[in-house]
């Protein structure tokens, strides 16, 4: 990877992260990139299971903190995906387009969550120091769900399709397989809640797992 990637890359992150910060402290529709799995598992149980109404996401009273762990894990996913090599002021471009209020919903958007603070322990965070976090994006396989794990362990997963559109049977699995091959690859097993892959949930625009 050429070194000019990295600082151009880095240089495009510390300008967003100027922008975001501002901007979230203020704007309202901000909501959503900063809602948290435990509010989306509040409205995922309230809403009949099927439905989960982005609108009902209220602006966090917590918000300072809470830009500032976004920026954080950001910050501490971008090092870690460094190593992979590629074209890293490429993904560095990717990843903070879909991270704005206009941006959230039309892709996918996933939490990420605990379900016992402390049982697990992060490996590789050099910032980030909250207990859950959430990601926006245009393609969920752009993703390197493993290095979210090594920064942001997580128990619970709530996975909003792509413009609020309802999961697929086909769809869902497919989610599920890709989760779960993911973190394979980086050996790190697991198993989802029988009682979240119930036939019922693939009917509906949000995923639990």
């Known amino acids: 990877m050429a070194a000019d990637q990295i600082v151009e890359g880095w240089d495009v992150f510390e300008r967003w992260a100027k922008r975001f910060k501002a901007r979230a402290a203020v704007d309202k529709r901000y909501a959503y990139c900063l809602s948290n799995a435990n509010e989306v598992s509040y409205l995922f149980e309230s809403s009949g299971l099927f439905d989960l109404n982005l609108n009902d996401l209220e602006y966090p009273s917590d918000a300072e903190m809470r830009i500032r762990d976004r920026i954080s894990f950001l910050r501490d996913y971008l090092v870690d995906i460094s190593f992979d090599g590629g074209d890293f002021h490429a993904n560095v471009k990717k990843l903070l387009a879909s991270q704005a209020p206009r941006a959230c ?13 402390g049982a697990l322990q992060p490996q590789g965070t050099l910032h980030f120091r909250g207990v859950d976090t959430a990601l926006f994006c245009k393609d ?9 794990m090594n920064i942001a362990p997580f128990e619970k997963i709530f ?7 309802d999961w697929s049977r086909k769809d869902a699995r ?11 690859f980086d050996g790190i097993e697991i198993e989802t809640s029988p009682y979240y892959e119930g036939e019922e949930y693939f009917h509906g625009p949000l995923l639990a797992a």
Request: hydrophobic share 50%; charged share 20%; no cysteine.
């Open 105 to 117: 919903p039309i892709g996918y958007m996933i939490w990420l969550g605990v379900n016992d603070i």
């Open 174 to 184: 497919a989610f599920l397989a890709n989760l779960k091959s993911d973190l394979a």
């Open 159 to 165: 996975a909003r399709n792509r413009r609020g559109a």
């Open 140 to 148: 969920y396989n752009d993703y390197d769900l493993a290095s979210v």
